[in-house]
T-cell receptor
Framework: GNSVTQMEGPVTLSEEAFLTINCTYT??????LFWYVQYPGEGLQLLLK?????DKGSNKGFEATYRKETTSFHLEKGSVQVSDSAVYFC????????????FGRGTSLIVHP | EAQVTQNPRYLITVTGKKLTVTCSQN?????MSWYRQDPGLGLRQIYY???????DKGDVPEGYKVSRKEKRNFPLILESPSPNQTSLYFC???????????FGSGTRLTVV
């Protein structure tokens, strides 16, 4: 079956630090990969996505590259802000197969001033 | 504004009293889904729907019902709520199978 593994948090950083949140996956077929962000008290928001190998998704300074050879989709940001404090979810779905998407457990990010 | 609207945002109820959480989307999406979010367990899918009158079970369907009579609406029904259904619930929709979801703001349900 499909699965997504994220690094456990919380990840605690100072403002302007470099962020990496690791995500690896296993899937049958050729999945599309996603990162979602959940700010406190809110629903999940789609942050970025990539649909094929070597694609790079980017949004709001965040980036992630679809690495088929390492089955990874790590989230990065060069300089985090306090406002980036949230929970980040990696997810996949396989177009053409069952539509049940698979989410990781989420990684909490705390950014201190 | 494109959105998924859930109601209510907060609900406290007693064991066994039937309740419905509504979900409506204004984006003409075919796919809709319900999730519950619990600490340490992440997001778990309850039910999903690929179109009107087409629904299927997710990972944790026990104790829940859904219906999809119209494309825009996908209510979640708890016929006889129990305390283990205390959770944060999210409705989500998507235009294309395998595309990213738009989530509602959530419904925090407490069953006492």
């Amino acid at each position: 079956g499909n699965s997504v593994t994220q690094m456990e948090g919380p990840v605690t950083l100072s403002e302007e630090a470099f962020l990496t949140i690791n995500c690896t996956y296993t899937a049958t077929g050729y999945p599309s990969l996603f990162w979602y962000v959940q700010y406190p008290g809110e629903g999940l928001q789609l942050l970025l996505k990539a649909t094929k190998a070597d694609d790079k998704g980017s949004n709001k300074g965040f980036e992630a590259t679809y690495r088929k050879e390492t089955t990874s989709f790590h989230l990065e940001k060069g300089s985090v802000q306090v406002s980036d404090s949230a929970v980040y979810f990696c997810a996949l779905s396989v177009p053409g197969g069952s539509y049940i998407p698979t989410f990781g457990r989420g990684t909490s990010l705390i950014v201190h001033p | 504004e494109a959105q998924v609207t859930q109601n209510p945002r907060y609900l406290i109820t007693v064991t066994g009293k039937k309740l419905t959480v509504t979900c409506s989307q204004n984006m003409n999406h075919e796919y809709m889904s319900w999730y519950r979010q619990d600490p340490g367990l992440g997001l778990r899918q309850i039910y999903y729907s690929m179109n009107v009158e087409v629904t299927d079970k997710g990972d944790v369907p026990e104790g829940y019902k859904v219906s999809r009579k119209e494309k825009r609406n996908f209510p979640l029904i708890l016929e006889s709520p129990s305390p283990n259904q205390t959770s944060l619930y999210f409705c989500a929709s998507s235009p294309i199978r395998g595309d990213g979801y738009t989530f509602g703001s959530g419904t925090r349900l407490t069953v006492v």
